[in-house]
């Protein structure tokens, strides 16, 4: 009985998350066949995000669309790591249950629109493509969101936690949005049934007199496009944390009210049950990344566009390359 009992438990350890049969080995013809498609995809996330044309960057854009399906198509092609692909963000949890890749188009100061695709970990092919909506989702907070109907973002990081019911996953995101004002979120992915959708309750805050509270499915950050903020998750405290934004008037009146960091940080700490609960205000404001008026990246997450145009777009510092 102990052999078989043993047997059982050895079983049920090995089984595959979700029930489901994880990516393996790539066949030697389809390696070959990704580090050719890595070189294409390389060569055109290069045009598509830094030309200085709009017309060659929607060309570009329109070229890489179908590279990517098609990387996405080959069997056990999650266990390819891109290390070539400078120009588009690709982000996983350390679970490694699924694959993110998203990128920016940028059409002019006031539009930028977003890319992006779901790659989940199995060994039958198995993506989705996101459309963005952002324009139309900029007060969304407490929505369940589509595949079909998604708040465009460039993501920097992906972070998984237990709930009661499963595992989700929180997305950081990046918005540039327009020439006044930037975004930046914490989305909620939900995988079940095979299928993924965008927000879950879990951020909880209290409503303006402090009492009642209330659960939110996103947060969203809109401030100056001459600021910088932070929102990622801090592993060693084990929040989210976010600058606090205070409003901030102008002498223009074609420029309208935006919000500004003001050195202090709220947060939002992980519950037993799943739940993310607010923190006003940290005790300590002694952070690895302090606000800054302007946004200063290195060279190598620099991406420029149009050369007349005066706004440029620029990488946050919080993307990093899943190698």
Request: with cysteine; hydrophobic share 40%.
């Amino acid at each position: 009985m102990k052999s078989v009992f043993l047997s059982l438990v050895l079983f049920t350890l090995s089984m595959p998350i979700w029930g489901q049969k994880m990516a393996g080995d790539i066949k030697p013809a389809d390696f070959k066949r990704l580090q050719v498609l890595e070189d294409s995809i390389a060569a055109i996330a290069k045009v598509a995000v830094q030309d200085s044309l709009l017309n060659n960057r929607l060309l570009a854009n329109g070229e890489l669309i179908p590279l990517i399906k098609e990387v996405l198509n080959i069997p056990n092609s999650f266990n390819y790591a891109f290390t070539k692909v400078e120009n588009i963000s690709i982000q996983r949890p350390n679970d490694g249950a699924l694959r993110l890749f998203t990128w920016q188009l940028y059409i002019n100061e006031d539009e930028y629109k977003y890319f992006g695709y779901v790659q989940l970990n199995r060994a039958k092919p198995t993506f989705f493509e996101l459309n963005d909506a952002a324009r139309q989702l900029q007060e969304s907070k407490k929505e369940m969101l589509s595949p079909d109907r998604w708040f465009g973002a460039l993501y920097y990081n992906v972070k998984e936690f237990k709930t009661k019911e499963d595992t989700k996953y929180l997305l950081f995101g990046y918005n540039a949005h327009d020439r006044f004002e930037r975004i930046k979120l914490c989305d909620v992915l939900v995988l079940r049934g095979g299928q993924i959708k965008f927000g879950a309750p879990v951020f909880e805050i209290a409503d303006i007199k402090g009492v009642r509270k209330q659960k939110l499915h996103r947060l969203i950050l809109t401030y100056s496009a001459q600021a910088a903020i932070r929102l990622n998750y801090d592993p060693q405290m084990n929040i989210v944390v976010h600058d606090h934004l205070e409003k901030m008037g102008t002498k223009d009146p074609n420029i309208p009210f935006t919000y500004v960091p003001d050195g202090t940080y709220e947060a939002f700490e992980l519950q037993k049950d799943g739940i993310w609960s607010h923190v006003d205000k940290l005790a300590t404001t002694e952070m690895d990344e302090a606000p800054r008026p302007e946004p200063k990246l290195n060279s190598r997450n620099r991406v420029k566009t149009a050369k007349n145009d005066a706004q440029k777009f620029e990488w946050p510092k919080e993307v990093k390359k899943d190698n």
